[in-house]
């Protein structure tokens, strides 16, 4: 299996500054994406620090011949699984200091998505914040993640529903960041491709005006290009409003 992958950014209509960020590492079959939260300067530098300190460790520090992982393994995962967790770590480290040493970066934080394929685990996905990641088979659109957010947290241990956990949260609240904390936990999703999925990976500035079947039908309508799939959404987004920062990465899996 191999991938052809697209990414788009746009500050939005709203906002001034954007604080998103994304990598593609197509080398090591590997895309990253984060939305930053911290204010004018904050969160810009929080996504940018998170995506560079991930991609270094994907794309450098894990091949180097005297390699250590930097944090503890689990057994019962994979090299790409530890690869992954560990990354994250060592990216809310590098946020989490800055925020400490730096006054105008206090507070901030990130999410993050990391998509990374290897033919034996097939797609693996970490995931921090609610920042999403889709895979598109067919005509079938399914998110992979599930969102690190209060709105979420309601429904799922007070069984609410998406509207009444809506109103009782007030705002969009996540619950779980890169960088806040001196440690985080990434959750860990795994996926096996077929030749013609697309996955997509996104900030909220996509998933909170774009509905999933606007989504589709873009994704649909640019299939054989990935790259064109990024722009339309960010455009749909815009064209929503476009009251948030928006990041989209679009890959597409072709046969080896």
């Known amino acids: 299996m191999r991938f052809i992958s697209g990414g788009a950014t746009d500050v939005g209509q709203v906002r001034e500054v954007n604080e998103d960020a994304f990598a593609l590492v197509d080398q090591e079959c590997a895309w990253i994406l984060a939305d930053g939260m911290g204010g004018h300067v904050g ?21 180097a011949p005297d390699f250590e992982w930097p944090f503890e393994i689990m057994p019962g995962r994979s090299f790409v699984e530890n690869s ?25 934080g990130t999410t993050v998505v990391v998509m990374a394929y290897t033919p034996e685990q097939g797609m693996v996905v970490a ?20 969102d690190h957010s209060l709105v979420n947290h309601l429904m799922r241990f007070f069984h609410l529903s998406e509207v009444e956990a809506r109103k009782r949260a007030g705002s969009n609240v996540i619950v779980r960041a890169v960088g806040l904390e001196d440690d985080v936990e990434a959750d860990l999703t795994q996926d096996m491709p077929q030749a013609g999925d697309l996955y997509m990976s996104c900030s909220d500035g996509l998933s909170d005006l774009v509905d999933d079947w606007t989504i589709q039908n873009i994704m649909l309508n640019n299939a054989e290009r990935p790259q064109a799939a990024a722009e339309a959404l960010v455009r749909a987004a815009n064209a929503a409003g476009g009251t948030d920062n928006i990041t989209v990465i679009v890959l597409k899996a072709l046969p080896a």
């Open 84 to 108: 992954l967790a560990n990354a994250v770590r060592v990216a809310n480290v590098r946020v989490y200091n800055q925020s400490e040493w730096k006054p105008e970066c206090q507070g901030m």
């Open 43 to 63: 969160g810009k530098i929080a996504s940018n620090l998170a995506v560079d300190a991930i991609r270094d460790f994907i794309a450098r520090w894990r091949h």
């Open 127 to 146: 995931h921090v914040g609610d920042s999403r990641c889709y895979r598109l088979r067919g005509e079938a659109l399914t998110q992979l993640t599930v």
